[in-house]
């Protein structure tokens, strides 16, 4: 794959953060929903943010399989490379059942029923722990271990 530009080695680096934004804002706009009368039209929102949100983060997933071989990858950080590709795929996984789950429930049903609203909520929540870790083990890749940013370094002797 070719480099975009200097500043951006891979898409990866691009689209990792728009997935995160999104499915946070879903998961909000559902503790909001469960504040409201008729939470309908916020819980249709969140739908749709889900839907958005879980494509992207199949797409970031997808970029970040397909960058992980060309870049620089310290020893230390191989362990944590791997912990962030189980937690990324159990993340695409879930949000992947939610969101169909979630389309699924407002084909079917009415939805805005308050145990609906409930659930929906609980579920963002622990959705939002498996991408916080996700999340964070890609932060102590770049942070900790340069893992994309750093080039490696040549040591003339």
Known sequence: M???ADWAPNPHALIVHLPIGLLVTA???DLVAMLRRDPSAI???STGLYLVGTVTLVTAYLTGRSAAPEVYTPGMAQSVV????DWALWCVWYFG???TSRVGLRLATDMPRRI???GLAVAGLIGL????NTAE????????HGVGVAAPVSVDR
């Open 2 to 4: 070719t480099q975009l």
């Open 116 to 118: 609906i609203t409930v």
């Open 43 to 45: 819980v249709t929102v």
């Open 27 to 29: 998961i909000v706009a």
């Open 82 to 85: 791997v912990r962030h590709w």
């Open 137 to 144: 083990l890609g932060a102590r890749l770049v942070y900790e």
């Open 97 to 99: 059942l939610v969101t």
């Open 129 to 132: 722990i498996v991408l916080a």
